[in-house]
Structure formats: C-alpha cells, structure tokens
T-cell receptor, first 111, second 114 residues
Framework: EDQVTQSPEALRLQEGESSSLNCSYTVSGLRGLFWYRQDPGKGPEFLFTLYSAGEEKEKERLKATLTKKESFLHITAPKPEDSATYLCAVVRGQAGTALIFGKGTTLSVSS | GAGVSQSPSNKVTEKGKDVELRCDPISGHTALYWYRQSLGQGLEFLIYFQGNSAPDKSGLPSDRFSAERTGGSVSTLTIQRTQQEDSAVYLC????????????FGQGTRLTVV
C-alpha cells in the first residue's frame, strides 16, 4: 500500500537555527515526490517536485533532496515567515492519478 | 482568475441536508482533483478528472459523495444527507496534465455539519 510518513509532527526553531524535515515513502514505482507549504486557512502551495534518487532542488532557504526511501527538506537559517505546515506527497500507484499526502510537519520559527 | 477558485469559502449545514461545493480550475488545466482535509489529518484524495476520460472515483468515502465536471472546466462536489463526520475542509486542485506536476490548490471550502 502506498504510504507517506512525515517526521517530526512539529518542530520549533529559533531564527537562524537550521534543521531538516523528513518524509519517508512507500510506493510501487516512484513517479514523483512533491513538497508543499500550507499556511493556516489556505490551500497548499507547491514548492518542489523530485523524480529520481539523488535529485536536489533549492528555493531560497529551502533545499529538497531525495533517496530511494525518503526525502528531506532542509531549512537553512530559517526566518519567522518560514513558519507553516510542510506537506510531502507522492504520486499514487501505477495509474498516477492522485497524490498521497503525509500528515505534515508544522514548523514554528521564533525570532 | 489567475488561480483555482472555490466557493463558498465557508458552509454550515444541518445534518441530513445536501450540499454542493464548486471549483473553478485554472484556465487550460485539464486535470482537476478534490481532496478532503480533516483536523489533524492529512489530505485525503477523493476524486480526479482528466480531460474527457472517466474520472477516478476511488477515493470517494461513500455513495453520498459525487462529483461532476462540466465542459472540462468547472467541477461540483455534492454531498447528500450530510453527516457530522463530513465536516472538513474540501480542497480542489488543478494541473496542466495527468502527470500531477505542480498542482495548484484553491483556498478550500470549510464545511461544518451541525
């Protein structure tokens, strides 16, 4: 069964304190791993797509990496505006018709 | 509009009533998805439309849920005989094609069944 597990559930950082979020996945034939950011009361906002092990993508203070079993979202020198819930998802099964999401990691960055 | 538009943004309904939720996808996007997000839970896939193909309804939780997409654009999610456990945020997303690349989400409709 396709599955996505994110850890930790919540993470509190001080401004400037770098850390990483983890996304472990089980899927029959990876067809894409996605990272989204979700702010309270809003829909998820697309961040990155990764397709193969070893691939990396960066955007400002965020860097996403992918292995055969997991993905990491590295946050370097975070700022309070990075506070949000970060969601990881994979394309489901063989048909590739939907994204299966993890429950997310809620990041709080204090100044 | 530039983004995915959902209406209403909030809906309070009495148990047993039917509700309709609307989604206007981004113009030119052929793929449209409905998801449900309950408090403390991840996004739960409900249904997927791709062009003129038969929709993937495998995520619909019961036969009280149905959805249609007219003219390959606007979609309506209908919940009949609502129950309290249907209370959640219903999110719609669209993307350019079937490969799920860069799906854009709307703001969601918060449904409360009382």
């Amino acid at each position: 069964e396709d599955q996505v597990t994110q850890s930790p559930e919540a993470l509190r950082l001080q401004e400037g304190e770098s850390s990483s979020l983890n996304c472990s996945y089980t899927v029959s034939g990876l067809r894409g791993l996605f990272w989204y950011r979700q702010d309270p009361g809003k829909g998820p906002e697309f961040l990155f797509t990764l397709y193969s092990a070893g691939e990396e993508k960066e955007k400002e203070r965020l860097k996403a990496t992918l292995t055969k079993k997991e993905s990491f979202l590295h946050i370097t020198a975070p700022k309070p505006e990075d506070s949000a819930t970060y969601l990881c998802a994979v394309v489901r099964g063989q048909a590739g018709t939907a994204l299966i999401f993890g429950k997310g990691t809620t990041l709080s960055v204090s100044s | 509009g530039a983004g995915v538009s959902q209406s209403p943004s909030n809906k309070v309904t009495e148990k047993g009533k039917d509700v309709e939720l609307r989604c206007d996808p981004i113009s030119g996007h052929t793929a449209l998805y409905w998801y449900r997000q309950s408090l403390g839970q991840g996004l739960e896939f409900l249904i997927y439309f791709q062009g003129n193909s038969a929709p993937d309804k495998s995520g619909l939780p019961s036969d009280r849920f149905s959805a249609e997409r007219t003219g390959g654009s606007v979609s309506t999610l209908t919940i009949q005989r609502t129950q309290q456990e249907d209370s959640a945020v219903y999110l719609c997303a669209s993307s350019l094609g079937a490969r799920n690349t860069e799906a854009f989400f709307g703001q969601g409709t918060r449904l409360t069944v009382v």
